[in-house]
């Protein structure tokens, strides 16, 4: 049984920093790549960043680039979103999801199992 469980939400004031975890279990991790998405009230869930199985290779959305760093331990099982300089339009529920293969990628359909998502609410 695959189980990705995330951790490290909660409200910050803007300007501030958190940072994500998602273990994951009942998959060889190292063979996948990890994304983030967010989902926002009243909208869709869009693609947050990217990280190849090694975590030599990584995308993100423009909007939090140079503000979000996704990252990898493989000997942990684990993949983090380190986020600084939070606005409040980065209020959302945030969820790690198991990419179907090695490549970072970067659409929802792209990836197989999915976390139960934590709520990062951010304060003007």
């Known amino acids: 049984q695959v189980q990705l469980v995330e951790s490290g939400g909660g409200l910050v004031q803007a300007g501030g920093s958190l940072r994500l975890s998602c273990a994951v279990s009942g998959r060889t991790f190292s063979n996948y790549a990890m994304g983030w998405f967010r989902q926002a009230p009243g909208k869709e869930r869009e693609f947050v960043a990217t990280?190849?199985?090694?975590?030599?290779?990584?995308a993100y959305r423009d909007s939090v680039k140079d503000r979000f760093t996704i990252s990898r331990d493989n000997a942990k099982n684990t993949a983090y979103l380190q986020m600084n300089s939070l606005k409040p339009e980065d209020t959302a529920v945030y969820y790690c999801?198991?990419?179907?293969?090695?490549?970072?990628?970067?659409?929802?359909?792209?990836?197989?199992?999915w976390g139960q998502g934590t709520q990062v609410t951010v304060s003007s």
């Open positions: 999801a198991l990419g179907a293969g090695r490549d970072r990628r970067i659409f929802a359909t792209e990836y197989t199992y």
């Open positions: 990280i190849s199985w090694s975590g030599g290779s990584t």
